[in-house]
């Protein structure tokens, strides 16, 4: 019968294109107090009840579930400039965090960003960074004592932090960065709560939380703004990525203002820090579940590197290591959906879209479907042969995204998870604590939600 109803008619458009099917929900809440009660079971019994397009309401909000990879390349690829960033990114709460910057501009200015942005992440420029990755998780490590218990999730939280600061900023704020990380922390606790009126009122009303987060907000604005300004007044390259932000010139000679360079600096704070650290969190708690796995991951560290550090020219040799991370991204994708909203009226898979519809694709389900995934509930690093890469559809796997707006960090992104990865795997092994079970909890990013307990042994 679901077939059926998709049925097109020639001359009879407005019949034909009909709402596809959903859950009804309630008649003032929509579907909103389902999916907050259990946002992944919601997410995967959409598509088994329904299928691959799917129809709801949040409030008075319509929005639309895409699971196959062809609407998904629709919508981020084929017709990307009938979409926009979805009512969530444009929040006053995400606004006031990100501002205009890649992740939430629009059009020709979205276009501008891009181009001044792409410099600082040029091959040859990342592969500078590489050095600084290794060098702090060295420094990380180093206290590190056989048969100690470690949350190995907030270690990598700490580091990807550092690592991200000294990245953008060089030594600028190293004695600023626990303080940024705990305000980061708070600002992005009220992401967990989007889909409820709780999270409407804060981003519209002056509620105490709203004034709070604001406050929040300007902390980290004061941190930022200072090391623009005391960069203007010494002039010099420090090889760093603000270097280069404040260096590039568009096609018309104009330069960021320290606003826009503040909007990417805080968008390049979030992407990449959590998503980084979340990657590797998950990794470590896949590792510790399969010793077959970890054994050859270790054989592979053993054989490329012996007992030098690995570095940028590395990379192209750590390839199951690099298979580790992908395969942890498939499984536990640190963003486990992207939302966008239709402009103008368009047709996916048949059915009418209506502007103003919000589109939600779920790399969490998409990554897991049987369709594409031989036992897609299993952590199976050796999946990801050149083969298998070819075949599969192009949007069964995206973690970084897609098309022109397609995650413009993703090189130094994997280049650090592989770098991490390979630098503490030398030196130890992480045991899984088996008193600490790990759960779930999907907020902005998905997070383990009482962290990943590990207990350190070494590997000497």
């Not at 040799?317 to 959906?337: C, D």
Request: include cysteine; hydrophobic fraction near 40%; charged fraction near 25%.
């Amino acid at each position: 019968m679901r077939e059926l109803a998709r049925v097109v008619s020639a001359g009879k458009k407005s019949k034909a294109q009909i709402r596809p099917p959903g859950p009804k929900g309630t008649p003032i809440m929509g579907v909103m107090r389902e999916f907050n009660r259990d946002s992944l079971g919601f997410i995967e019994r959409a598509q088994r009840d329904y299928g691959d397009i799917v129809w709801m309401r949040f409030l008075y909000v319509p929005a639309l579930f895409l699971y196959h990879p062809n609407e998904i390349e629709y919508v981020l690829a084929t017709n990307a400039k009938n979409f926009i960033k979805s009512m969530s990114l444009r929040s006053n709460f995400f606004q006031r965090l990100v501002g205009n910057g890649l992740l939430t501009s629009q059009g020709d200015e979205w276009k501008r960003q891009r181009r001044l942005t792409s410099p600082a992440f040029h091959r040859e420029r990342i592969a500078g960074y590489a050095g600084t990755m290794v060098d702090y998780t060295k420094r990380l490590t180093a206290n590190w004592r056989e048969g100690e218990t470690r949350d190995v999730h907030r270690d990598m939280m700490r580091l990807t932090l550092e690592i991200v600061v000294r990245c953008l900023f060089s030594a600028d704020v190293s004695n600023d960065v626990d303080e940024v990380g705990a305000t980061l922390g708070e600002l992005v606790k009220p992401f967990a709560r989007q889909a409820t009126l709780k999270w409407i009122l804060n981003n519209r009303l002056p509620t105490p939380y709203h004034i709070h987060f604001h406050r929040l907000a300007k902390k980290i604005d004061r941190v930022v703004y200072r090391i623009i300004a005391e960069r203007h007044a010494g002039g010099s390259d420090k090889g760093d990525l603000l270097s280069t932000l404040l260096a590039v010139r568009d096609e018309d000679g104009s330069q960021m203002t320290d606003r826009q360079l503040r909007d990417e600096v805080m968008t390049l704070f979030l992407a990449g820090h959590e998503t980084t650290a979340l990657t590797l969190a998950w990794s470590w708690y896949l590792l510790g579940k399969d010793t077959d796995i970890e054994e050859k991951f270790h054989a592979e560290l053993d054989e490329v590197l012996g007992d030098r550090d690995p570095t940028f020219a590395d990379l192209p040799r750590l390839k199951y290591t690099e298979k580790i991370a992908k395969e942890s991204m498939r499984l536990y994708p640190p963003a486990y959906g992207l939302g966008r909203e239709a402009i103008d009226d368009c047709e996916i898979g048949g059915y009418r879209v209506p502007a103003g519809t919000q589109v939600f694709m779920f790399q969490w389900s998409t990554q897991r479907d049987p369709r594409f995934y031989d036992r897609p509930g299993e952590f199976m690093p050796d999946r990801w042969t050149d083969q298998f890469a070819e075949q599969m559809p192009r949007y069964a796997y995206f973690p970084f995204g897609g098309g022109p707006r397609a995650c413009i960090g993703a090189s130094f992104a994997m280049m650090e998870i592989i770098l991490v990865l390979a630098t503490i795997g030398q030196r130890f092994r992480l045991e899984l604590d088996p008193n600490h079970p790990v759960s779930i909890y999907p907020a902005m990013s998905l997070r383990p939600k009482d962290g990943v307990k590990v207990v350190v042994k070494s590997r000497d």
